[in-house]
């Protein structure tokens, strides 16, 4: 069965950086694309990045661009959000999905982890 | 960025009605490359149909997607207990993924 569990939010004053993990299990990892999506409480959602199998090739929102950066362990069969320059807006629920192939285009998520909450709030 | 549209917002339908949803994109989706998700309150997005038509593994065949182009459709042809939540379609075919709005489906 494939599980993904995200770990890492918890509360980060504006400016300050944190960084969100993602633990991937059942199914071969390298072999496939990831991405991070956010979901304000209560409100819809929004993709935030993807990232290729090899690593060669990723994507950001216009919101995130320059201050986050996604990235892989495939060692470890994780996934990481590096988020700097946080900011209120950036409050969310953060998912990750693993992509339905191996580039990080023209995939679509299944299945999502459960998700870890980010608050930026001083 | 393509901008998804979703209605109607709210539907409110008695179990063992069809359910009708719409979703509308601002320009043509490359390939039809147009998924819809369900999501329950405390829990994950869970992929019901992708590639506009196909269901994904262990859905049900009562959810059936449809459309091309800029227009397409989930139907749920018998509504059951357990299919009352909110429903987000999303485009992959440009490198900047969208998500509508949602349509939420609740008992009338």
């Known amino acids: 069965e494939v599980q993904l569990v995200e770990s890492g939010g918890g509360l980060v004053q504006p400016g300050r950086s944190l960084r969100l993990s993602c633990a991937a299990s059942?199914?071969?990892?390298?072999?496939?694309?990831m991405h991070w999506v956010r979901q304000v409480p209560g409100k819809g959602l929004e993709w935030v990045s993807g990232i290729s199998w090899n690593s060669g090739s990723t994507g950001y929102a216009d919101s995130v661009k320059g201050r986050f950066t996604i990235y892989r362990d495939d060692a470890k069969n994780s996934l990481y959000l590096q988020m700097n320059s946080l900011r209120h807006e950036d409050t969310a629920f953060y998912y990750c999905?693993?992509?339905?192939?191996?580039?990080?285009?023209?995939?679509?998520?299944?299945?999502w982890g459960q998700g870890t909450l980010v608050t930026v709030s001083s | 960025e393509i901008v998804l549209t979703q209605s109607p917002g709210t539907l409110s339908l008695s179990p063992g009605e069809r359910a009708t949803l719409s979703c509308r994109a601002s320009?043509?989706?490359?390939?039809?490359?147009l998924a819809w998700y369900q999501q329950k309150p405390g829990q994950a997005p869970r992929l019901l149909i992708y590639?506009?038509?196909s269901r994904a593994t262990g859905i049900p065949d009562r959810f059936s997607g449809s459309g091309s182009g800029t227009d397409f459709t989930l139907t749920i042809s018998r509504l059951e207990p357990e299919d009352f939540a909110v429903y987000y379609c999303?485009?992959?075919?440009?490198?900047?993924?969208?998500f509508g709005p949602g349509t939420k489906v609740d008992i009338k």
């Open positions: 999303q485009q992959y075919g440009s490198s900047l993924f969208t």
């Open positions: 059942g199914f071969t990892f390298d072999d496939f694309a």
């Open positions: 999905a693993k992509a339905s192939s191996y580039a990080w285009i023209g995939n679509w998520f299944d299945p």
């Open positions: 320009q043509s989706v490359s390939s039809n490359y």
């Open positions: 590639g506009a038509s």
